[in-house]
């Protein structure tokens, strides 16, 4: 009993001593095969899948379509942090040209400052330049006085007639 099952084994699975080559016979072994049959097992098999493979065409093309728009999705979110990251840019070269502004503020009330102050320097400078020409012009007219009068009270010879 055992050899019949290995034998019949071997011969579901087309494997044994006869079997040497697995081209030989192959046209012999068949038989005839009626189109009409075979047309119509295509067609069944055809009208079995057919509408599964339409409804996963459907679907891929439907997954397309949402990832085409994810993508764009993607790309506006991407550019909206792109446009973030350049209005903090923004932001920092306001902020610094606001210190600046303020530096310059500064600056210019420094120089302002500076420039009443010189302004009264050179108007005390000159009140004084003029005190000390008067004060000069004083003492030279006082001199001159002195040497007038030193002049008058200095003895003259009288004259003999």
Known sequence: MRTDLSHSTVLF???G???ASPDEGVVEDLPLIDEKAVEQLTEGLI???LPDLQRSK???????QNQVVLLETLEQEISKFKECNSILDINALFSEAKHYHNKLVNIRNEMMMLHEKTSKLKKRALKLQQKRQKEELEREQQREKELEREKQLTAKPARRT
Do not use: I, K, W
């Open 17 to 19: 001593p006869r079997d």
């Open 47 to 49: 009208s079995h899948y």
């Open 58 to 64: 459907s679907a891929l093309q439907e997954l397309t």
């Open 13 to 15: 699975f087309g494997v």
